[in-house]
């Protein structure tokens, strides 16, 4: 047997075997891939919209230096908004995934729940806003020439500080946070939150810290997406915990630059999103903590459960803690 016939033959085989559901036995916790590659993403993402009967829309918002597609995906189609962005840094990966089995989860299947919840919200995720980044594996995006005020020369700009709503995005210098930029004033999200990765640290009370959030801390931003910030804090807080998680605030700056201060001064409940890199063993139960703050934060976006949230609980949320030292 040829080489082309015993691919073509083992290519027909895991079609097969994928069809009949037999690599993930109902009830087995399924591997979730946790740095799925440019194109492996992408095939995910059109297979959902396939899979979904169109119920996952995907589009590119524009393309990366390199000429990726940064990808949007978009599902359901009622009047609350959200926005998830994930991977702005391209070495901080476990956002994505998170965002693809939300994508899944929400998309495919008409339960009643989930024709229910595709009619009170509409969830726009920006799947991996750095791509090439990603392929770098670095944290930057890549502009080798530049001499970035935020970045590294020789690689590129650090996206999460380009985002001042005061540059508009034609004149922005970090393409993709031109690109992200552009989506927001379309798309306009009630609730915007941006997922990233942190080293590891503790808090006081030794336990190690899993994941930390922040609010808008630059001055300047309104009171109502303000609360909205602290209030969509609180609920993936509450969630991520309950889950096994244990969250802390974030100790980030003030600069309007950073899309977690940059969407709230738009009018966002604007709150970033850090999950601990505590290696491989942990990064199913990583990547399955996003998700759990995703499938919260828009649950309760869908049953205004959100807004009588107290907002005052999220300054009871504990500092981050120590670096953790080996
Ligand atoms: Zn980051």
Not at 126 to 143: C, I, K, L
Not at 289 to 309: F, K, Q, V
């Amino acid at each position: 047997m040829s080489k082309s016939m015993r691919f073509a033959l083992f290519s027909v085989l895991v079609a097969v075997v994928t069809a009949l559901g037999l690599v993930a036995p109902a009830g087995a916790a399924r591997e979730i891939e946790p740095r799925p590659s440019t194109e492996e993403l992408a095939r995910q993402l059109f297979d959902l919209q396939l899979r979904s009967g169109g119920e996952v829309r995907v589009a590119p918002i524009g393309a990366s230096n390199q000429g990726r597609p940064v990808w949007s995906a978009r599902v359901g189609h009622g009047p609350q908004r959200l926005l998830f962005v994930t991977q702005q840094h391209g070495d901080e990966p476990l956002g994505t995934p998170a965002a693809v089995e939300f994508l899944r989860e929400v998309g495919i299947g008409n339960d009643p729940h989930q024709r229910w919840w595709r009619d009170q919200v509409t969830v726009d995720v920006v799947v991996r806003a750095n791509p090439d980044g990603h392929e770098h594996n670095w944290r930057y995006n890549y502009a080798p020439d530049a001499d970035p005020e935020y970045g590294e020369a020789g690689k590129g700009y650090d996206i999460n500080r380009y985002h001042d709503p005061a540059v508009a995005p034609e004149d922005n210098p970090a393409t993709e946070a031109g690109l992200i930029r552009r989506h927001h004033a379309e798309f306009r999200p009630h609730i915007a939150v941006d997922y990233h990765m942190q080293g590891r640290y503790v808090g006081g009370d030794g336990r190690e810290i899993t994941a930390s959030l922040m609010w808008p801390t630059t001055p300047g931003v309104a009171a109502e997406p303000l609360t909205l910030a602290k209030q969509v804090s609180v609920v993936a807080r509450t969630a991520m915990d309950a889950g096994g998680a244990n969250v802390s605030q974030y100790p980030g700056g003030d600069y309007q630059g950073i899309a977690r201060n940059a969407y709230g001064l738009l009018g966002s409940g604007s709150v970033l999103i850090e999950l601990s890199d505590m290696g491989p063993d942990h990064e199913q139960s990583q990547i399955t903590s996003a998700l759990t703050s995703m499938h919260a934060i828009t649950n309760a976006t869908a049953d205004g459960s959100l807004h009588n949230t107290d907002p005052a609980e999220a300054d009871t949320i504990p500092p981050r803690g120590e670096p953790l030292t080996p």
